[in-house]
């Protein structure tokens, strides 16, 4: 399997709601921050009840979503998980396992931090995808 | 011997020489600055008793004092883009007191020398002093409020007035004593320091190094005046001072006051410092002032042969708080209803320049004008209108406006109305849905009033200004008791009666009431 | 006053401000304005545009969607950023339940001030996602 470069991994990471309208240049620096790993079958990426410490995207293979014994979806490539969890390291409240091999590329919530520290449009770029996020939720709750 | 008449609604024996004799009256006005006098007109117009008290012994309230070297920020002009004598041309004139004969408007044009469209502060006051005896403002002078009580009556509850000539009792009473009380902060040393109302003639600060505490426009305004004589002028307050120019709108220091800020970026002898003042000396004849700037919290001393507190001023409520008045902020002003009302003791109105505390919507954090005369002379007459319906029972006739004219009603509104544009963001001309579909004209309303209260459909047009300076109409349309908003575009001569805004009316009002 | 050690203890305790050093903390205080309301004050209206970003000192409010109260929120609490964020209207009334005195930044100088305190505005991402959080919650 050939590991993916910067440009392509920022590409990746760029698809996330999350990262909506942040600057190419702080987009480059996530992903030269962002780790590929490889998980056999059965492998745990996360597991239920561990604080989040990041997020993943999946490059190839695919992964079940499993809370307590009930599986409650499956990700396959460009899917994300941990999209808040790499914010505010809550408690993951699924574990995500994968099937067959599978290739995820993954950013630390700590090496977020840090770009955001350095480059505060990439933060309001997030701050606006997630109101975007959060008025749609609401929005759909109440109509 | 001019003829006397009884005190209306008074108990008190007639034939005294100074109206309004203690007693008891339907509403008790005190202050006699534009504030007080423009309600007074208002109410004696729509028939409602009051006494006026002031313990000023002639009319002009701050106006008798400030500013000191400067002709007012607040412009009367003699040839405006609209005709005399029309409401339109009100805006233009932010001076004269409002009145409903013509002999009795647009009182200062005339009164100015014409040598500025800025009158100077005697014309301001002799401007109000005519307005007052043209229109036939009564007003007890010299006459003091000293305190303030609740008290039972036949009637209900009342308030107790007490004066320097006795005790007043009345039902609503209305404070119009200003913004009026020097106010300095409690910083160590700041006792030695004269405040701005104590500032001396020009000529005595002649060859003085002079330090102001206090960046708003009054420590400008020392600075302006005082810059031909002072040998240094050091400006400080926390805060950057912006000007008007940059705000777009009447926040910041006005234009008239900016040399100072010119000779500070020449580094002529002015020196503006975003510092606080941490305690103030006295050696002699000279003081050390203390500060440390804001960014970085560098300590500075400064020397200076004169200091003078340009530091504000605050609400003189005497103990109306402890009645239940509250109160914020640095100037105490009282918290207030849309309709100028205390939020916590009804029955208690306010006028003139306190209504800035009823702050309003706020769009784009702007206030309103309410703190100067072409604002709160408005917000006058509403009241007094207010007064008379909610509390004396007034039915006042709201005209008709037949659906073919509600467009062309609307767009004159925005484009012309005096209100809109004297208190833009602020003050709404509405017109209200008669049950039967038919529109009438309810007149000049508080927009928060008209968007908070619900109430019958109708639409509520305003004039707003950006911060980037871009002034609009706005549309409230109120309907099945909700408020939708809905901002016209601009136009380079705020023509808002244009072809394009017509079109834009039509469509709305055929959208939404269908 | 805005410049009052009072003040500046009092933002130094709110979670908003809790990574931000005295100079900072200083400057934080001269950039928003202190204001009061009076109780039943509108501060964010449903539908209304131009308002600002509010951070409560005191009092309480509450967040009040289509005439249905949705939340209280108080003292430490923020809200109006979302309106600003998106450039849209505010979608829902706050309003004073009580007296209120809160920080107050006029929209148009969120932005500048998020740009300048990125551990605020990390803050504020963490408390976005929070949010967002429950309101997932509430749709399962």
Not at chain 1, 98 to 123: N, Q
Not at chain 2, 123 to 134: D, I, Q, T, V
Not at chain 2, 386 to 397: K, V
Not at chain 2, 408 to 416: F, G, M, P, Q, R
Request: include cysteine.
């Amino acid at each position: 399997m050939m590991a993916l470069g910067t440009t392509e991994k920022a590409e990746l990471l760029g698809r996330s709601e999350l990262f909506e309208g942040a600057p190419a240049a702080a987009l480059g620096r996530l992903a030269e921050r962002a780790g590929e790993r490889s998980f056999a079958d059965g492998e745990y990426l996360v597991r239920q009840g561990q604080a989040g410490t990041g997020l993943w995207v999946i490059v190839s293979g695919s992964a079940r979503v499993v809370r307590g014994s009930e599986e409650l979806s499956h990700l396959g490539p460009g899917q994300f998980l941990g999209e808040l969890a790499v914010i505010d390291q809550q408690p993951r409240l699924a574990s995500v396992v994968a099937t067959g091999p599978t290739v995820a590329l993954g950013l630390a919530s700590w090496d977020l931090f840090a770009e955001v520290e350095k480059d505060p449009e990439l933060a309001a770029a997030m701050l606006r995808g997630l109101a975007h996020r959060l008025r749609q939720v609401i929005g759909e709750a109440h109509h | 011997m001019a003829e006397v008449t009884p005190p209306p609604g008074g108990e008190s024996p007639a034939g005294v020489e100074r109206p309004f004799p203690p007693g008891k009256y339907p509403v008790i006005v005190v202050g006699s600055g534009p504030g007080g006098l423009q309600l007074s007109y208002c109410l004696t117009r729509l028939g409602i008793g009051h006494a006026v008290l002031s313990r000023d012994p002639a009319p002009g309230g701050m106006f008798r004092r400030f500013p000191f070297f400067q002709r007012l920020l607040s412009w009367t002009k003699a040839y405006a883009p609209a005709e005399r004598g029309t409401r339109a041309y009100e805006r233009y004139d932010w001076n004269s007191l409002l009145a409903e004969e013509a002999a009795d408007q647009a009182v200062m044009v005339d009164l100015m020398d014409g040598t500025s469209e800025f009158p100077s502060r005697p014309e301001m006051e002799a401007g109000l002093l005519e307005f007052a005896s043209r229109t036939g403002i009564r007003v007890r002078y010299d006459c003091e409020w000293l305190g303030t009580g609740r008290e039972e009556g036949p009637d209900g509850e009342r308030f107790v007035v007490e004066t320097s000539d006795g005790p007043y009792r009345c039902r609503l009473l209305v404070l119009a004593v200003g913004v009026a009380q020097a106010w300095k902060p409690d910083t160590p040393g700041m006792e030695l320091v004269p405040h701005y109302v104590d500032t001396r003639a020009a000529e005595s600060y002649a060859g003085k190094r002079l330090f102001i505490v206090g960046k708003q426009n009054s420590g400008f305004e020392l600075a302006n005046g005082l810059l031909s004589y002072a040998r240094r002028i050091v400006l400080a307050s926390p805060r950057p001072a912006r000007t008007s120019i940059e705000t777009n709108s009447l926040v910041g220091i006005r234009a008239r006051y900016v040399q100072p800020v010119e000779d500070h970026i020449m580094a002529s002898g002015v020196h503006i410092l975003s510092a606080s003042i941490e305690r103030v000396e006295r050696r002699g004849d000279a003081f050390t002032v203390h500060t440390r700037t804001t960014d970085g919290g560098l300590a500075l001393a400064v020397e200076a042969d004169e200091v003078i507190a340009a530091t504000g001023f605050t609400t003189p409520l005497l103990d109306l708080p402890g009645l239940g008045v509250a109160t914020s902020g640095q100037s105490r002003l009282p918290a207030q209803t849309d309709f100028w009302e205390s939020a916590t003791l009804p029955g208690v109105y306010f006028a003139g320049t306190i209504t800035q505390g009823a702050k309003g919507p706020q769009k784009y954090g702007i206030p309103s004008n309410s703190g100067a005369v072409h604002g709160h002379r408005y917000n006058g007459r509403i009241l007094a209108r207010h007064i008379a319906e909610r509390h004396f029972g007034a039915q006042l006739p709201r005209r008709a406006i037949a659906p073919a004219d509600l467009v062309a009603h609307l767009a004159d509104e925005a484009t012309n109305a005096p209100e809109l544009w004297n208190q833009k963001g602020y003050l709404a001309s509405v017109v209200l849905r008669g049950a039967d579909g038919g529109w009438h004209d309810e007149g000049i309303l508080p927009l928060a009033h008209f968007a908070d209260a619900g109430g019958p459909d109708g639409i509520g047009v305003i004039v707003e200004g950006d911060p980037q300076g871009v002034i609009r109409p706005a549309i409230y349309v109120r309907r099945a008791g909700n408020v939708e908003e809905v901002l016209l575009d601009p136009h380079p001569l705020h023509d808002f009666a244009s072809r394009d805004h017509r079109h834009a009316l039509e469509r709305l009002v055929a959208e939404r009431f269908a | 006053m805005a410049d009052s050690d009072e003040l500046i203890d009092e933002l130094a305790k709110l979670a908003l401000f809790a990574d931000l050093d005295e100079p900072q903390l200083r400057a934080v205080a001269h950039i928003f304005e202190e204001a009061w309301y009076a109780a039943d004050t509108r501060l964010l209206r449903q539908g209304i545009g131009g308002s600002g970003f509010y951070v409560i000192l005191e009092g309480e409010v509450a967040v009040v969607i289509d005439g249905e109260e949705r939340a209280r929120l108080t003292r430490g609490d923020y809200f109006g950023e979302v309106a600003i964020l998106l450039g849209e209207r505010p979608v829902a009334d706050v309003v004073a339940q009580g007296p209120l005195r809160v920080l107050h930044l006029a929209g148009q100088d969120l932005h500048s001030f998020l740009l300048t305190y990125p551990r605020v505005t990390y803050r504020v991402l963490v408390e976005q996602t929070r949010r967002l959080r429950n309101a997932n919650r509430w749709r399962r």
